[in-house]
């Protein structure tokens, strides 16, 4: 039978614990490195070399001598590392690091909290502790709202004071309510964070979403940049603890540890689902998953992504979001995501075992009981 793949790469090879078997018999090979370069402490942070990543996963490692850009990769999946970046690529498609890939005596390191918090729950989802999440019940947050209009367009040439055009808060609540109609079709149960135009606090927000139980929390955003050229989604989860947020420079690690760290791993595993999925849907440019303590996503007790869909300071891009039928769009994308997610967790449960009928039942079952 086949391994079983996550949903969100097409791979297989990692995802369950016989896959071990596979890590064993892989080959490696290097060009022009060390095999065995050992781990090294430098200001306080472990690192790996790409190498040992390499031997446990069964990868290629594609490395012209001293290169600061390095290739790993076996037939399901290729990680991309350059020296001095706080991201790696995971089939092409970002992920923010907490530390920057070091070129070091001729080698590529990348920390042990990288690869515990990014690179294991992406390429090990199987090998998680603790038992996997559930997903039925979706808080959905339709970002800011009320006397919070978040991103705000205004006329060319406006004057302070001057009434804005457009406004982040409207589009993230009418995404809401067709993410929750889409995935109620699918089966979900949703509850939206608000359905006015209210300004709800967030600490509230993540706070409902704990008393609900939900199993996922999904915040809906628009974005804005300085630059009006810059467009792309991108999708946010809670800084681990131990790193930097992405936004931050490498040395301003989280003092903080938060309730939603106890979900580090499924963090990386919805989100990454969803900006993958909601990327390929729109066709838009893949601005990767990032890394952020956001008062909607510190006190979670589920997992919980921040979706931004597009940025409404790029005309073009706002000229999209402004029509009801690229909102539909959005909205089918993020479910896609969501289900996307959902089928890895599947994959992750043990078989439900059936309870035996009569006639199939095994003889021994039925003996000895008179
Ligand atoms: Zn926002």
Not at 61 to 81: G, H, M, T
Not at 154 to 177: M, Q, S, Y
Not at 198 to 225: P, T
Not at 290 to 307: A, F, Q, S, Y
């Amino acid at each position: 039978m086949p391994q079983a793949t996550p949903a969100w790469l097409t791979f297989a090879v990692c995802i369950t614990r016989r896959a071990w078997v596979y890590v064993l018999v892989a080959s490696l090979i290097c060009f022009g490195t060390k095999i065995h370069a050992a781990d090294v402490n430098i200001d306080g942070q472990a690192y790996r070399p790409l190498t040992d990543i390499a031997a446990q996963y069964g990868m290629t490692l594609s490395w012209p001598v001293a290169a600061r850009s390095a290739e790993l990769q076996n037939k399901y999946c290729i990680l991309d590392f350059t020296a001095g970046e706080r991201l790696l690529r995971l089939n092409n498609e970002p992920m923010a690091l907490g530390f920057p890939v070091m070129l070091k005596q001729g080698m590529l390191y990348i920390t042990q909290s990288d690869f515990d918090k990014n690179i294991f729950p992406l390429l090990s989802p199987g090998q998680i502790p603790g038992p996997v999440p559930a997903l039925h019940r979706i808080v959905i947050d339709p970002g800011h709202g009320g006397n919070d209009p978040g991103t705000e367009v205004f006329p060319p040439g406006a004057r302070a004071g001057a009434k804005a055009i457009d406004n982040e808060k409207t589009h993230t609540l009418e995404v809401a309510f067709l993410v929750a109609d889409e995935l109620r079709k699918r089966g979900y149960e949703v509850i939206l964070a608000r359905t006015t135009d209210v300004n709800v606090d967030k600490a509230e927000r993540a706070a409902m979403a704990n008393r609900v139980k939900a199993d996922l929390y999904l915040s809906i955003h628009f974005n804005h940049a300085d630059q009006d050229y810059v467009t792309g989604t991108e999708t946010m989860i809670l800084t681990p603890f131990g790193q930097a947020s992405t936004s931050m420079d490498e040395s301003k690690i989280t003092k903080e540890i938060h309730a939603g760290n106890r979900l580090d791993a499924w963090n990386a595993i919805a989100g990454f689902s969803v900006e993958r999925a909601v990327t390929r849907a729109l066709g838009t440019a893949n601005r990767g998953v990032k890394r952020e303590n956001l008062i909607v996503l510190d006190e979670l007790d589920m997992p919980g992504i921040l979706v931004e869909c597009g940025f409404l300071s790029n005309p073009a891009e706002r000229a999209k979001i402004d029509t009801a039928a690229y909102r539909q769009q959005i909205a089918m994308a993020l479910a896609d995501g969501v289900d996307l997610y959902k089928a890895t967790l599947d994959q992750l449960r043990p078989p439900q075992s059936t309870p035996p009928t009569k006639s199939t039942a095994p003889a021994a079952a039925n003996s000895g009981k008179k």
